[in-house]
């Protein structure tokens, strides 16, 4: 009897221990290996600068980084890298890139998802993003500026928020939109957060980060 | 249990809780290194994109 209640308790332990690690330790070693990760990216691109002129974007096979995120409103130092495909995987090295959606900057959506919590928990605030806010991308040679346009909660099987012209699947883009996709509510997945944004301007990576991610807005 | 391990490890109180406290540090170390990574690995879902089927929103991956 006295075993058995032992046995419970030590169990009992281990599981919050488990939650623990798994909710903050391994969360903040993802978070800090993702930012790293980015960063190093952008050095990289730096140290060996694009050829000029820039040659035509590529689809980037699935697993490469192929550029960079910043939100001014997760934090001045907040960043990651964009990777392509959605899978968990994808997800474990940064944000993931709907594969078959634009790429950063051509017309259509550009779109992307991140974790909520766990894993670098990279969009844990996307409920704080408000209209206008700035969505800063960067690829080799390139700072796209995104500005938030709105925001909806949607079920999961909402694709539709992810096509080329957000909510009208099979309608032809004309203009340079992204999409933003995470777990909600926080601490479930029975919904998906979404937010939209449509490009305001680029500017050559030489040129240095774009003034609007340099300023605070927290 | 743990009064039965009480009883048989070596030494006087402070040798035993020494022998303890190691025990508990290195579970932990074993737990967090090993034993936790390779449990999330199986648990691992994903819940933040869409598309996923609806079945997949039990035990997700937030």
């Known amino acids: 009897m006295l075993v058995t209640a032992e046995l419970v308790l030590t169990a009992s332990v281990l599981v919050l221990l488990y939650l623990g690690w798994y909710l903050v330790v391994d969360d903040r070693v993802a978070a800090h290996r993702q930012t790293s990760s980015a960063t190093d990216l952008e050095r990289a691109w730096d140290a060996a600068p694009a050829p000029s002129p820039v040659p035509e974007a590529s689809a980037p096979r699935t697993g490469e980084a192929f550029a960079t995120i910043r939100v001014p409103r997760f934090g001045a130092d907040w960043r990651r890298m964009v990777v392509e495909g959605t899978d968990v995987e994808e997800l474990a090295r940064g944000v993931g890139h709907y594969t078959g959606s634009a790429l950063p900057g051509q017309v259509g959506n550009f779109a992307v998802a991140g974790h909520r919590l766990t894993h670098g928990s990279a969009f844990t605030e996307i409920d704080r993003l408000r209209d206008g806010d700035v969505v800063g991308v960067r690829t080799a040679g390139t700072w796209f500026v995104y500005r938030v346009t709105g925001h909806e909660i949607v079920e999961p099987r909402q694709v539709d928020v992810v096509a080329a012209v957000p909510g009208e699947p099979g309608v032809a883009p004309t203009r340079a939109l992204m999409t933003l996709t995470s777990c909600h509510p926080l601490y479930g997945s029975s919904q998906r957060y979404v937010v939209h944004a449509a490009l305001d301007r680029t500017q050559p990576a030489a040129d240095g980060v774009p003034v609007e991610l340099r300023e605070a807005v927290r | ?62």
């Open chain 2, 1 to 62: 249990m743990y009064a039965w391990l009480w009883r048989h490890l070596p030494g006087g109180r402070r040798a035993r809780l020494a022998q303890l406290a190691a025990a508990a540090v290195l579970l932990l170390l074993v737990c967090f290194v090993w034993v936790f990574p390779a449990i999330s690995t199986l648990s691992e879902r994903n819940g933040a994109t869409v598309g996923s089927a609806p079945s997949s929103t039990e035990g997700t991956v937030p």
